[in-house]
């Protein structure tokens, strides 16, 4: 076997197949095995929170049709809150498993090539210590945008659409429509829809961040291309902005 080139080779892809699992696998199971893992019901926070009560207000017939009318009692409402929101982020977890969302959106910003510039901040470890995260949906794909960060960016109404049907906000989007999410129109989600809306808008709502996850700098090419347009035809606010002292 090692007389050859084919066993040197093949000897040494089993050997860095073992140190990358060590490194990657035993021993941040090590590292992490101590740290507890949180329920769906420790992970409701205000952002969610907000997200999902403002699917009440705009699908207010969905939204009671799937979850009922919450108490009228302050305390025994945010209770009920809480808890409907947690069993939407369970069904909306398996609703995107289901879907295969995985195949095309990984769930990982990667500390390489200037990811957190698109992206947001790095992921860390923690991040994934629950039971939405089990099974962790890294993936390896992007052939739409990494969800990791996704929680706040839009609107839950454009979600609705979104889901119903891509090409009516992106034209070449290779999303497929998902109508079984909704009865008959977009403004109609049904528990499955509701529940992976709010899933959707949880990803990163616990980061410091949220929702502004990216490093935006100004671009030197604005102030470039306002002064190629003659003067005259700027509109009145460029004008005052070019003014201004």
Known sequence: MFESKSGILGIAGLAFFGIAFLSNAVIPMLMYRNLPEQKAEQLINANVRYQFEDLARRFPAAFEKTYGSPPAE???????????????????????????????????????????????????????????????????????????REGGRRSSDWHAVHFFRPADLSAKSPMPEYPWFFDGAADKPNARGLAIITYIQWLGSWHETYPLYEQYEASPLQDMQVDAVPAAQQSPATQARKATP
Not at 116 to 137: C, D, F, K, T
């Open 74 to 148: 302050t305390k025994e409402r945010e209770a009920w809150l809480n808890q409907k929101c947690a069993d939407a982020l369970r069904l909306g977890r398996k609703v995107y498993i289901a879907e295969a969302c995985w195949h095309c959106h990984s769930q990982f910003v990667r500390p390489v090539s200037n990811e957190e510039r698109r992206w947001g901040a790095v992921s860390a470890s923690p991040e994934y210590a629950n039971e939405l995260q089990r099974p962790v949906m890294f993936g390896t794909r992007r052939v739409g945008p990494d969800l990791c």
